[in-house]
Protein backbone atom coordinates (compact mmCIF):
# COMPACT_ATOMS: atom_id res chain seq x y z
CA UNK A 1 0.00 0.00 0.00
CA UNK A 2 1.05 3.33 -0.87
CA UNK A 3 2.40 5.12 2.82
CA UNK A 4 0.42 8.53 1.73
CA UNK A 5 -2.71 6.08 2.13
CA UNK A 6 -1.82 4.43 5.26
CA UNK A 7 -0.92 7.80 6.98
CA UNK A 8 -4.52 9.09 5.30
CA UNK A 9 -6.36 6.44 6.79
CA UNK A 10 -4.11 7.19 10.45
CA UNK A 11 -5.33 11.12 10.49
CA UNK A 12 -9.20 9.84 9.60
CA UNK A 13 -8.95 7.73 12.68
CA UNK A 14 -7.28 10.41 14.60
CA UNK A 15 -10.21 12.77 13.65
CA UNK A 16 -12.98 10.28 14.06
CA UNK A 17 -11.55 9.53 17.78
CA UNK A 18 -11.50 13.04 18.43
CA UNK A 19 -14.95 13.90 17.77
CA UNK A 20 -16.16 10.72 19.37
CA UNK A 21 -14.48 11.86 22.35
CA UNK A 22 -16.45 15.39 22.05
CA UNK A 23 -19.83 13.92 21.60
CA UNK A 24 -19.47 11.86 24.51
CA UNK A 25 -18.27 14.87 26.60
CA UNK A 26 -21.42 16.79 25.52
CA UNK A 27 -23.84 14.47 25.68
CA UNK A 28 -21.90 14.36 29.45
CA UNK A 29 -21.47 10.73 28.71
CA UNK A 30 -18.35 10.69 30.03
CA UNK A 31 -16.65 13.33 32.21
CA UNK A 32 -13.41 15.67 31.94
CA UNK A 33 -11.04 13.31 33.38
CA UNK A 34 -12.09 10.52 31.47
CA UNK A 35 -12.28 12.60 28.58
CA UNK A 36 -8.79 13.53 29.10
CA UNK A 37 -7.81 9.82 29.05
CA UNK A 38 -9.40 8.85 25.82
CA UNK A 39 -7.41 11.76 24.05
CA UNK A 40 -4.40 10.84 25.34
CA UNK A 41 -5.50 7.06 23.74
CA UNK A 42 -6.20 8.87 20.46
CA UNK A 43 -2.30 8.22 18.95
CA UNK A 44 -2.49 4.64 19.94
CA UNK A 45 -5.73 4.45 18.13
CA UNK A 46 -4.21 5.78 14.98
CA UNK A 47 -1.14 3.74 15.78
CA UNK A 48 -3.44 0.80 15.89
CA UNK A 49 -5.01 1.59 12.47
CA UNK A 50 -2.11 2.47 10.95
CA UNK A 51 -0.44 -1.03 11.59
CA UNK A 52 -3.83 -2.67 10.64
CA UNK A 53 -3.66 -0.91 7.24
CA UNK A 54 0.28 -1.81 6.92
CA UNK A 55 -0.78 -5.44 8.01
CA UNK A 56 -3.51 -6.03 4.97
CA UNK A 57 -1.47 -4.57 2.60
CA UNK A 58 1.38 -7.45 3.60
CA UNK A 59 -1.23 -10.00 3.46
CA UNK A 60 -2.37 -9.18 -0.04
CA UNK A 61 1.10 -8.93 -1.30
CA UNK A 62 2.36 -12.02 0.22
CA UNK A 63 -0.58 -13.97 -1.43
CA UNK A 64 0.34 -12.10 -4.88
CA UNK A 65 4.09 -13.20 -4.46
CA UNK A 66 2.93 -16.58 -3.10
CA UNK A 67 0.59 -17.33 -6.14
CA UNK A 68 3.49 -16.14 -8.88
CA UNK A 69 5.74 -18.56 -6.79
CA UNK A 70 3.52 -21.61 -7.04
CA UNK A 71 2.75 -20.99 -10.72
CA UNK A 72 6.61 -21.43 -11.29
CA UNK A 73 7.42 -24.18 -9.61
CA UNK A 74 4.35 -26.10 -11.01
CA UNK A 75 6.56 -24.60 -14.31
CA UNK A 76 9.13 -25.94 -13.11
CA UNK A 77 7.53 -29.19 -11.84
CA UNK A 78 6.28 -29.94 -15.26
CA UNK A 79 9.76 -29.16 -17.08
CA UNK A 80 11.02 -31.27 -14.73
CA UNK A 81 8.67 -34.32 -15.29
CA UNK A 82 8.92 -33.72 -18.87
CA UNK A 83 12.99 -34.10 -19.20
CA UNK A 84 12.59 -37.26 -17.22
CA UNK A 85 10.41 -38.71 -19.34
CA UNK A 86 11.94 -37.96 -22.29
CA UNK A 87 15.80 -39.34 -20.88
CA UNK A 88 13.81 -42.22 -20.03
CA UNK A 89 12.43 -42.65 -23.49
CA UNK A 90 16.08 -41.58 -24.79
CA UNK A 91 17.87 -44.38 -22.57
CA UNK A 92 14.83 -47.03 -23.90
CA UNK A 93 16.08 -46.16 -27.06
CA UNK A 94 19.50 -46.64 -26.91
CA UNK A 95 19.37 -49.51 -24.91
CA UNK A 96 16.94 -50.84 -27.84
CA UNK A 97 19.55 -49.69 -30.33
CA UNK A 98 22.71 -51.49 -28.64
CA UNK A 99 20.96 -54.80 -27.97
CA UNK A 100 20.44 -54.22 -32.12
CA UNK A 101 23.72 -53.65 -32.46
CA UNK A 102 24.72 -56.26 -30.94
CA UNK A 103 22.90 -58.67 -32.50
CA UNK A 104 23.56 -57.35 -35.65
CA UNK A 105 27.47 -56.61 -35.43
CA UNK A 106 28.60 -60.09 -36.92
CA UNK A 107 25.85 -59.82 -39.57
CA UNK A 108 27.80 -56.15 -40.50
CA UNK A 109 31.13 -57.60 -40.38
CA UNK A 110 30.44 -59.98 -43.20
CA UNK A 111 28.42 -57.73 -45.15
CA UNK A 112 31.00 -55.03 -44.84
CA UNK A 113 33.78 -58.04 -45.95
CA UNK A 114 31.50 -58.55 -48.48
CA UNK A 115 30.85 -55.03 -50.00
CA UNK A 116 34.90 -54.39 -49.81
CA UNK A 117 35.64 -57.39 -52.03
CA UNK A 118 32.95 -56.42 -54.58
CA UNK A 119 33.51 -52.60 -54.76
CA UNK A 120 37.42 -52.53 -54.80
CA UNK A 121 37.85 -54.10 -58.10
CA UNK A 122 35.30 -51.97 -59.41
CA UNK A 123 36.96 -48.79 -58.15
CA UNK A 124 40.33 -50.69 -59.34
CA UNK A 125 38.48 -50.88 -63.05
CA UNK A 126 36.84 -47.35 -62.70
CA UNK A 127 39.87 -45.38 -62.10
CA UNK A 128 41.68 -47.28 -64.45
CA UNK A 129 39.68 -46.83 -66.99
CA UNK A 130 39.84 -42.71 -66.14
CA UNK A 131 43.51 -42.93 -66.42
CA UNK A 132 43.66 -44.45 -70.15
CA UNK A 133 40.77 -42.09 -70.82
CA UNK A 134 42.74 -39.09 -69.42
CA UNK A 135 46.02 -40.64 -71.71
CA UNK A 136 44.08 -40.71 -74.62
CA UNK A 137 43.19 -37.25 -74.60
CA UNK A 138 46.33 -36.01 -74.03
CA UNK A 139 47.86 -38.23 -76.45
CA UNK A 140 45.34 -36.70 -79.17
CA UNK A 141 45.82 -33.00 -77.98
CA UNK A 142 49.73 -33.73 -78.32
CA UNK A 143 49.17 -35.18 -82.13
CA UNK A 144 46.64 -32.05 -82.91
CA UNK A 145 49.09 -29.45 -82.20
CA UNK A 146 51.73 -31.04 -83.54
CA UNK A 147 49.37 -31.53 -86.74
CA UNK A 148 48.67 -27.87 -86.68
CA UNK A 149 51.44 -26.39 -84.74
CA UNK A 150 49.31 -23.64 -82.39
CA UNK A 151 50.86 -21.14 -81.28
CA UNK A 152 48.10 -19.48 -79.71
CA UNK A 153 45.46 -20.02 -76.95
CA UNK A 154 42.52 -22.57 -78.03
CA UNK A 155 39.22 -22.69 -75.59
CA UNK A 156 38.68 -25.80 -73.04
CA UNK A 157 37.68 -28.73 -74.31
CA UNK A 158 36.22 -31.85 -72.65
CA UNK A 159 32.89 -31.47 -70.81
CA UNK A 160 30.39 -29.28 -73.01
CA UNK A 161 33.23 -29.41 -75.42
CA UNK A 162 34.49 -31.62 -77.93
CA UNK A 163 37.05 -34.00 -76.87
CA UNK A 164 40.33 -33.86 -78.72
CA UNK A 165 40.05 -37.63 -79.28
CA UNK A 166 36.96 -36.20 -81.40
CA UNK A 167 38.83 -33.30 -82.64
CA UNK A 168 41.66 -34.95 -84.04
CA UNK A 169 39.31 -37.91 -85.85
CA UNK A 170 37.56 -34.65 -87.63
CA UNK A 171 41.27 -33.23 -88.55
CA UNK A 172 41.41 -37.17 -89.79
CA UNK A 173 38.86 -37.01 -92.25
CA UNK A 174 39.52 -33.16 -93.04
CA UNK A 175 42.44 -34.61 -94.64
CA UNK A 176 42.09 -37.57 -96.04
CA UNK A 177 38.46 -36.74 -97.27
CA UNK A 178 39.47 -32.98 -98.28
CA UNK A 179 35.76 -32.02 -97.95
CA UNK A 180 35.39 -28.51 -100.08
CA UNK A 181 32.32 -27.50 -98.23
CA UNK A 182 32.21 -28.43 -94.13
CA UNK A 183 29.25 -27.72 -92.64
CA UNK A 184 29.02 -27.84 -88.61
CA UNK A 185 25.80 -27.90 -86.80
CA UNK A 186 26.59 -25.68 -83.72
CA UNK A 187 29.81 -23.76 -82.88
CA UNK A 188 32.75 -24.17 -80.94
CA UNK A 189 36.31 -25.34 -80.67
CA UNK A 190 35.22 -28.03 -83.18
CA UNK A 191 35.20 -24.99 -85.50
CA UNK A 192 38.54 -23.72 -85.16
CA UNK A 193 40.02 -26.94 -86.13
CA UNK A 194 38.29 -27.40 -89.20
CA UNK A 195 39.67 -24.09 -90.11
CA UNK A 196 43.27 -24.89 -89.11
CA UNK A 197 43.05 -28.26 -90.67
CA UNK A 198 41.81 -27.16 -94.14
CA UNK A 199 44.99 -24.69 -93.53
CA UNK A 200 47.49 -27.05 -92.51
CA UNK A 201 47.11 -29.68 -95.50
CA UNK A 202 46.31 -26.57 -98.13
CA UNK A 203 42.34 -27.43 -98.86
CA UNK A 204 40.68 -25.24 -100.81
CA UNK A 205 37.26 -25.17 -98.77
CA UNK A 206 35.33 -23.52 -96.55
CA UNK A 207 33.66 -23.86 -92.99
CA UNK A 208 30.35 -22.82 -92.45
CA UNK A 209 28.92 -23.09 -88.18
CA UNK A 210 25.32 -22.63 -87.78
CA UNK A 211 24.84 -21.54 -83.90
CA UNK A 212 21.36 -20.33 -82.40
CA UNK A 213 22.81 -18.31 -79.78
CA UNK A 214 24.84 -14.80 -80.41
CA UNK A 215 26.89 -14.90 -77.48
CA UNK A 216 28.53 -18.61 -78.90
CA UNK A 217 28.93 -17.40 -82.24
CA UNK A 218 30.61 -14.41 -80.74
CA UNK A 219 32.93 -16.17 -79.00
CA UNK A 220 33.78 -18.25 -81.92
CA UNK A 221 34.27 -15.88 -84.09
CA UNK A 222 36.95 -14.74 -81.64
CA UNK A 223 38.72 -18.00 -81.43
CA UNK A 224 38.79 -18.25 -85.13
CA UNK A 225 40.15 -14.92 -85.85
CA UNK A 226 42.68 -15.53 -83.35
CA UNK A 227 43.85 -18.79 -85.03
CA UNK A 228 43.77 -16.69 -88.33
CA UNK A 229 41.43 -18.66 -90.37
CA UNK A 230 38.32 -16.51 -90.65
CA UNK A 231 38.71 -16.40 -94.53
CA UNK A 232 38.11 -20.13 -94.44
CA UNK A 233 35.21 -20.54 -91.97
CA UNK A 234 32.01 -18.26 -91.51
CA UNK A 235 29.97 -18.66 -88.32
CA UNK A 236 25.77 -18.08 -88.89
CA UNK A 237 23.56 -17.15 -86.45
CA UNK A 238 20.67 -19.08 -87.09
CA UNK A 239 17.67 -18.77 -84.93
CA UNK A 240 15.52 -22.13 -84.32
CA UNK A 241 12.21 -22.69 -86.33
CA UNK A 242 9.42 -25.29 -85.87
CA UNK A 243 9.82 -28.10 -88.63
CA UNK A 244 7.39 -30.88 -88.99
CA UNK A 245 8.75 -33.68 -89.55
CA UNK A 246 7.42 -37.53 -89.45
CA UNK A 247 4.36 -35.97 -87.58
CA UNK A 248 6.40 -34.89 -85.08
CA UNK A 249 7.63 -31.56 -84.30
CA UNK A 250 11.15 -30.01 -83.93
CA UNK A 251 13.05 -27.00 -83.40
CA UNK A 252 16.39 -26.70 -85.58
CA UNK A 253 17.99 -23.79 -87.45
CA UNK A 254 16.13 -21.05 -89.64
CA UNK A 255 16.08 -22.53 -93.13
CA UNK A 256 17.25 -19.04 -95.01
CA UNK A 257 20.66 -19.96 -93.14
CA UNK A 258 21.45 -22.85 -94.77
CA UNK A 259 19.73 -22.92 -97.68
CA UNK A 260 22.46 -21.79 -99.93
CA UNK A 261 24.94 -24.58 -98.54
CA UNK A 262 24.70 -26.93 -101.82
CA UNK A 263 27.37 -29.78 -102.39
CA UNK A 264 28.19 -30.38 -98.27
CA UNK A 265 31.06 -32.46 -98.23
CA UNK A 266 31.06 -33.23 -94.04
CA UNK A 267 28.35 -32.57 -92.27
CA UNK A 268 29.37 -32.71 -88.66
CA UNK A 269 26.53 -32.76 -86.34
CA UNK A 270 27.17 -31.42 -82.86
CA UNK A 271 23.54 -29.60 -82.81
CA UNK A 272 21.07 -28.25 -81.64
CA UNK A 273 21.58 -29.34 -77.91
CA UNK A 274 19.55 -31.25 -76.08
CA UNK A 275 17.31 -28.76 -74.29
CA UNK A 276 16.13 -27.38 -77.17
CA UNK A 277 14.09 -30.33 -77.14
CA UNK A 278 13.96 -34.36 -77.51
CA UNK A 279 15.99 -35.45 -80.67
CA UNK A 280 16.85 -32.10 -81.49
CA UNK A 281 19.37 -33.54 -84.14
CA UNK A 282 17.32 -35.86 -85.74
CA UNK A 283 15.97 -32.92 -88.55
CA UNK A 284 20.05 -32.74 -89.77
CA UNK A 285 19.40 -35.48 -92.26
CA UNK A 286 15.65 -34.97 -93.07
CA UNK A 287 16.20 -31.34 -93.73
CA UNK A 288 19.84 -31.36 -95.24
CA UNK A 289 19.66 -34.55 -97.65
CA UNK A 290 19.18 -32.54 -100.64
CA UNK A 291 22.33 -30.07 -100.23
CA UNK A 292 25.03 -34.00 -99.73
CA UNK A 293 27.03 -34.24 -102.32
CA UNK A 294 27.30 -38.00 -104.04
CA UNK A 295 30.34 -38.62 -101.50
CA UNK A 296 29.34 -36.88 -98.16
CA UNK A 297 30.30 -37.85 -94.84
CA UNK A 298 28.10 -37.39 -91.67
CA UNK A 299 29.94 -37.14 -88.13
CA UNK A 300 27.02 -37.76 -85.35
CA UNK A 301 28.27 -36.42 -82.15
CA UNK A 302 27.29 -38.05 -78.42
CA UNK A 303 26.18 -41.27 -79.08
CA UNK A 304 26.62 -42.04 -75.05
CA UNK A 305 23.04 -40.57 -74.90
CA UNK A 306 19.87 -42.80 -75.87
CA UNK A 307 18.46 -39.49 -78.01
CA UNK A 308 21.81 -39.69 -80.53
CA UNK A 309 21.49 -43.49 -80.42
CA UNK A 310 17.89 -43.24 -81.44
CA UNK A 311 18.15 -40.56 -83.90
CA UNK A 312 20.88 -42.51 -85.66
CA UNK A 313 17.98 -45.50 -86.00
CA UNK A 314 15.62 -43.83 -86.95
CA UNK A 315 18.20 -42.13 -90.27
CA UNK A 316 19.18 -45.90 -91.24
CA UNK A 317 15.87 -46.86 -90.91
CA UNK A 318 14.15 -43.85 -93.54
CA UNK A 319 17.27 -43.00 -95.71
CA UNK A 320 18.93 -45.85 -98.12
CA UNK A 321 22.50 -45.88 -99.53
CA UNK A 322 24.55 -45.28 -96.08
CA UNK A 323 26.71 -47.23 -93.94
CA UNK A 324 27.71 -46.97 -90.59
CA UNK A 325 30.82 -47.10 -88.67
CA UNK A 326 30.98 -46.40 -85.06
CA UNK A 327 34.11 -44.69 -83.48
CA UNK A 328 35.10 -45.27 -79.95
CA UNK A 329 35.91 -41.92 -78.42
CA UNK A 330 35.13 -40.71 -75.29
CA UNK A 331 31.62 -39.45 -75.60
CA UNK A 332 31.39 -42.28 -78.92
CA UNK A 333 30.42 -40.98 -82.37
CA UNK A 334 29.13 -42.50 -85.43
CA UNK A 335 30.14 -41.64 -88.93
CA UNK A 336 27.50 -42.13 -91.97
CA UNK A 337 29.06 -42.96 -95.67
CA UNK A 338 26.96 -42.54 -98.38
CA UNK A 339 27.39 -45.70 -100.82
CA UNK A 340 24.81 -44.94 -103.53
CA UNK A 341 25.07 -42.14 -106.00
CA UNK A 342 21.11 -40.43 -104.95
CA UNK A 343 19.65 -40.44 -101.53
CA UNK A 344 16.46 -41.77 -101.35
CA UNK A 345 13.99 -41.02 -98.21
CA UNK A 346 10.34 -42.61 -97.21
CA UNK A 347 9.62 -38.92 -95.77
Not at 28 to 47: K, Q, W, Y
Not at 72 to 80: D, G, K, N, S
Not at 178 to 183: D, E, G, H, N, Q
Not at 290 to 312: F, G, N, P, Y
Request: hydrophobic share 45%; glycine share 6%.
Amino acid sequence: MNLNVGRGWAVSALLLWFFAVAALLTLRAIDMSAAVVLLAMAPLISGLVLGYRWHRTLLRRFARLNNRVEKRFELVVRMITDTRRRLDANQQALEALSVAAAERAEIDVQIVQASVAEIVPRVRRAVAGDLMQTYRQLEALLNLHAIAGVDQPLPRSRVWAASPDLLLHLVELVERERPALTVECGSGLSTVWFGLALRRYGIDGRVVALEHQDVYADRTRYWVRLHGVADLVEVRVAGLEKYELGGKTYQWYAEKCWADLNGIDLLFVDGPPLSTGGHARYPALPLLQEKLSAQCTIVLDDMVRKDEQETLASWLETFEGFTEERVRLEKQAAILRRTAPDLESSL
